[in-house]
């Protein structure tokens, strides 16, 4: 059993590494950041998901492949990321080591990452799980923005949905207590990372806790399983490339939350309430609405994920973007251009039928110039309003005072109590809309 948190004075670190094809170079870089930590009471374990042979003869790594504090294992079957990492974690643990910390083939730590993680965890206490920040670099260059400022993380503890549907730890920054490890050594299929697994895990327990400190760098390049999109282009090193998956999306994506939802009720302590509440398809989607409730105007990007989610509960039937692909790829160019030339002249040709051309034309040069400037004016300010909600994320006010002024100068336009009322709505609801769109920028 952990001890209470006046007692626990963590010291042993174990360093799971899961690696596959690493780069020489790159990986003795990791190496030579652990050999480097001012906190030497660690040890390293390598699963290698390739030929350690491939590796072996490679100079740079010669003074780590003799080193006892690295214990390399190859795998006698390939078994993909997550297994990798599992297998890792787990001889990691067996160790008997205080505490657990992930590291990837090609990243590198700050001289005090271990030790100044382990200051900050002696503080949150047993049962929890630590995250530092981390600076991106790419070569020689190290950009200025770090990974928690690029995901727009910040420093609230998180409920066990919000951490499902929002995986806001990153692997290569995170200690935590071996306990956890002990407990729930297998990473169910729903979870695609170790990293989101644990965090979940930590957050049934006694939670998920930050480090302000940039403590690593995050290496960019070509072959990323995962990135930062923004940072990616401006080093010109284009978008991660994409892993195969279902092609509905959505589904695909109801499936992975309600699976980690069930995994949770089942594994994690949890209390009887929210136990049955992940354990029902209508329960998650509550929570969801709960999420969405309880986060509206302080965390938007979990707003936007909780609607993600509840999208993706509601999808029955299968999308049929693929099977529409499939057809349009058969047919011709010109065909495709005659068929559209087809479709919009009839389209054209039921609407003046049904209508009375007299009548559309009537309406149209009936309409007075103040509707034309009220189009003008709008069409104008939503991307003002877009702009002003990217840069002052706490311009809700100022939005409703916008529409209040608008809805009165239309009352006194058209003396139309439900004309002033629309447009006082208007503004408001494309603003709500625009917060729950399906793209929120979350950096995933």
């Not at 990007?301 to 993600?308: D, E, H, I, T």
């Amino acid at each position: 059993m952990p001890q209470s948190a006046q007692e626990w004075k963590p010291s042993s670190v174990g360093i799971a590494l899961a690696a596959y094809q690493p780069n020489p170079a790159w990986l003795a870089e990791q190496l030579a950041s652990l050999v480097a930590q001012t906190h030497t009471d660690w040890h390293c374990v390598i699963t290698l998901d390739s030929p350690l042979q491939d590796i072996q003869n490679a100079p740079v790594l010669q003074p780590y492949l003799n080193d006892d504090r690295f214990t390399w294992i190859e795998n006698g079957e390939r078994l993909g990321a997550r297994r990798n990492f599992e297998k890792a974690i787990h001889l990691t643990a067996q160790r008997g080591v205080d505490l657990i910390s992930f590291a990837d083939q090609d990243d590198i730590w700050l001289p005090e990452k271990i030790s100044e993680s382990i200051k900050a965890i002696t503080v949150s206490g047993p049962m929890t799980l630590v995250a530092t920040d981390a600076y991106l670099f790419s070569g020689d260059n190290v950009m200025s923005q770090t990974v928690d400022a690029l995901h727009r993380i910040t420093n609230i503890r998180k409920s066990l949905e919000e951490i499902i549907i929002y995986p806001s730890v990153t692997g290569f920054t995170v200690l935590l207590d071996a306990q956890l490890v002990l407990r729930h050594p297998q990473i169910p299929v729903p979870m695609r990372y170790h990293d989101h697994w644990f965090s979940v895990v930590a957050t049934a327990y006694k939670g998920v806790f930050r480090c302000a400190l940039p403590l690593a760098l995050y290496r960019q390049h070509e072959g990323n399983t995962v990135g930062i999109s923004s940072i990616r282009n401006e080093l010109g090193l284009g978008a991660v490339p994409k892993q195969k998956q279902d092609t509905d999306r959505m589904r695909g994506l109801a499936q992975q939350h309600f699976g980690a939802a069930s995994i949770a009720a089942q594994e994690l302590p949890v209390d009887v309430v929210r136990r049955a509440f992940l354990r029902w398809r209508l329960g998650w989607i509550l929570l969801m609405v709960k999420v969405i409730v309880h986060r509206s105007f302080t965390e938007r990007l979990l707003v936007v994920q909780a609607f993600r989610a509840i999208n993706a509960q509601l999808t029955f039937f299968p999308s049929q973007t693929s099977r529409m692909q499939e057809l349009w790829a058969r047919v011709l160019i010109r065909e495709r251009l005659f068929s559209s030339s087809i479709i919009v002249v009839g389209a054209f040709t039921v609407v003046i039928t049904a209508l009375n051309i007299a009548v559309v034309l009537e309406l149209i040069f009936g309409l007075k110039p103040a509707f034309w400037v009220g189009l003008s004016m709008v069409s104008m300010a939503l991307p003002v309003l877009k702009h002003l909600r990217h840069t002052y994320p706490n311009a809700s006010l100022l939005l409703i005072g916008l529409s209040a002024l608008a809805a009165a100068a239309a009352r006194l336009v058209s003396d139309s109590a439900l004309v002033s009322a629309v447009t006082f709505a208007l503004p408001i609801l494309w603003h709500v809309a625009y917060r729950l769109r399906w793209r929120g920028d979350t950096g995933y």
